[in-house]
């Protein structure tokens, strides 16, 4: 099975943060690590309040997707 196109983000201050993949993915897959977070996140409607790692790490997921989709 082949993985294609896939993003892994974590927050810092997630419990499941030590068992998020740290091996070698293969290409179009990558970790994304958002320091000061906790679980999901990413995937909460983004606010003025939010810190830049988050705001960052939204960003990075939204171009990894622009790049894929186009």
């Not at 995937?43 to 990894?64: C, F, G, H, T, V």
């Amino acid at each position: 099975m082949q993985l294609n196109n896939a993003v892994f983000p974590s927050g810092t201050n997630d419990p499941w943060y030590p068992l998020m993949f740290n091996g070698t993915l293969p290409n179009h897959a990558e970790p994304v690590v958002i320091h000061g977070t906790a679980h999901c996140a990413d995937l909460y409607p983004s606010s003025q309040n939010d810190p830049l790692q988050l705001k960052e790490a939204r960003e990075r997921i939204a171009n990894m997707i622009n790049i894929w989709i186009s």
